[in-house]
């Protein structure tokens, strides 16, 4: 579902870096990857279990992510930034940049608060240190030359694949809280 509204099978030699992977689950949905995550433990977890390399799964930062500049197509962040300290998300969004191409995409899906909402919403978990107004989080992506695809957006929440397969919900309504960001990295 993201590969397909992200567009990678455009890509010549497509390359996602999944930025705070836990143990690689969303990988398997891609060809040519590699999943960065702190945690030693679901790193090695995620090898066991799902065979990847120690060039696929890789115990690292998302600061310093372990690959050349402009390699990825596309990069992959799911419920990851409100768990980072704000001031560490300029640096972040930084390395996101550094590795993809230029044109390259980004998808991003985190709690954010909403108009009308209270940030008390999404303090439930105590490792929730950075819950932003959705405003907070534009802003943040347009000032690194992340710009909103609508394309892609389109793409994803009209997709038949993916967490609502066989729902007859829509995607806002069964996964209440998500944010979707669909992002393209402008040139230069």
């Given amino acids: ?21 836990a143990c690689g689950t969303i990988l398997k949905g891609f060809k040519s990857v590699m ?16 065979g ?6 890789v115990i690292s930062s998302i600061t310093d992510i372990p690959v050349e500049s402009e390699t990825a197509s596309l990069v992959h962040s799911h ?15 930084d390395e996101f940049v550094r590795v993809l191409r230029p044109g390259g995409r980004a998808f991003i899906c985190l709690p954010a608060v909403r108009h009308g909402e ?8 105590p490792t929730h240190v950075n819950i932003k107004p959705l405003s907070y989080w534009d802003e943040k992506f347009h000032s690194k030359g992340l710009v ?3 394309e892609a957006y389109c793409r994803f929440v009209r997709s038949r694949r993916g967490p609502t397969a ?4 829509s995607f806002f309504e069964r996964h209440i ?5 669909t992002l393209r990295r402008v040139s230069g």
């Fill in 118 to 125: 209270s940030k008390d919403k999404y303090m439930g978990d």
């Fill in 79 to 93: 419920h990851v930034l409100e768990h980072i300290p704000a001031e560490l998300i300029d640096s972040i969004l």
């Fill in 52 to 57: 990847y390399s120690e060039r696929e799964l």
């Fill in 1 to 21: 579902m993201v590969s397909e509204s992200t567009l990678q099978a455009s890509y010549t030699d497509a390359f996602v870096i999944d930025a705070g992977c």
């Fill in 148 to 150: 909103f695809d609508l």
């Fill in 177 to 181: 809280g998500w944010n979707v960001w």
């Fill in 35 to 50: 999943g960065v995550d702190l945690s030693e433990y679901m790193v090695k977890m995620g090898r066991a279990h799902f």
């Fill in 166 to 169: 066989g729902d007859p919900r």
